[in-house]
């Protein structure tokens, strides 16, 4: 499996990174309560990402285990506070199901049409998406907008742009606006000074955007 720049999963795992090296990088200049407390948030980013791509590429099953079965497939995107993300409406299989996948530039042509699911891998029109999470059984929440019947002649200009790594990082930052916050409750606790606002701000704000980017947010 390629993990290039254009690889689904290249987006989360970069990010993921990202917030490891930021945890890291503020180590060496706090005391002993403080680099516990950087390495628990990187324990739990290491342990929830690791979770999400074995789920992911196929390690761990999402679906009820059996053969593979073709089935009715549509994409819809959420939108829900900050939160935007790319679904696969499945049918054919009994009531309807809503599995999150992580964005690929496919998914904007993509129109509705028979895909192959089993209990590890989703593959629609001979390419294979990836999950995001857990299949759903309920409507997810907030504004859900179906993709268009017809394939957008406009989706290659807009691929292209919205796989741009600037777009991607600028759009998960909405999720940051809170780090300050958690910063001063942090300094409330420890009783630290203005180094530990920095520090703190930033590990908040990489997290907050390591967990947009791990739960497969959208940017079209």
């Given at each position: 499996m390629s993990f290039g720049s254009g690889q689904p999963l290249a987006y989360p795992i970069?990010?993921?990174i990202g917030a490891l090296a930021v945890c890291l990088a503020w180590a060496p200049f706090g005391d002993l309560d403080q680099v516990a407390g950087l390495a628990t948030v990187g324990l739990g980013i290491v342990g929830y990402s690791g979770y999400?791509?074995?789920v992911a590429v196929g390690v761990f099953a999402f679906w009820p285990s059996g053969s593979a079965r073709s089935v009715g497939v549509s994409r819809i995107r959420q939108q829900h506070r900050l939160l935007s993300r790319s679904?696969?409406?499945?049918?054919g299989s009994g009531r309807p199901r809503w599995l999150p996948v992580y964005f690929d530039s496919a998914l904007l042509t993509l129109t509705e049409t028979r895909g192959e699911v089993t209990d590890r891998t989703v593959h629609v029109a001979g390419h294979r998406l990836y999950p995001a999470g857990r299949i759903r059984t309920t409507e997810p929440p907030g504004r859900l907008i179906d993709n268009p019947s017809r394939p957008d002649p406009e989706a290659p200009a807009l691929a292209t742009t919205a796989t741009r790594l600037r777009r991607?990082?600028?759009l998960d930052a909405q999720s940051t606006v809170a780090a300050p916050f958690a910063a001063l409750?942090?300094?409330y606790v420890d009783d630290g000074d203005f180094t530990t606002f920095l520090a703190a701000t930033s590990v908040a704000a990489a997290t907050a955007l390591w967990l947009s980017a791990i739960r497969g947010s959208d940017p079209s």
């Amino acid at each position: 499996m390629s993990f290039g720049s254009g690889q689904p999963l290249a987006y989360p795992i970069s990010v993921t990174i990202g917030a490891l090296a930021v945890c890291l990088a503020w180590a060496p200049f706090g005391d002993l309560d403080q680099v516990a407390g950087l390495a628990t948030v990187g324990l739990g980013i290491v342990g929830y990402s690791g979770y999400r791509m074995a789920v992911a590429v196929g390690v761990f099953a999402f679906w009820p285990s059996g053969s593979a079965r073709s089935v009715g497939v549509s994409r819809i995107r959420q939108q829900h506070r900050l939160l935007s993300r790319s679904w696969l409406e499945i049918s054919g299989s009994g009531r309807p199901r809503w599995l999150p996948v992580y964005f690929d530039s496919a998914l904007l042509t993509l129109t509705e049409t028979r895909g192959e699911v089993t209990d590890r891998t989703v593959h629609v029109a001979g390419h294979r998406l990836y999950p995001a999470g857990r299949i759903r059984t309920t409507e997810p929440p907030g504004r859900l907008i179906d993709n268009p019947s017809r394939p957008d002649p406009e989706a290659p200009a807009l691929a292209t742009t919205a796989t741009r790594l600037r777009r991607r990082l600028l759009l998960d930052a909405q999720s940051t606006v809170a780090a300050p916050f958690a910063a001063l409750m942090w300094i409330y606790v420890d009783d630290g000074d203005f180094t530990t606002f920095l520090a703190a701000t930033s590990v908040a704000a990489a997290t907050a955007l390591w967990l947009s980017a791990i739960r497969g947010s959208d940017p079209s």
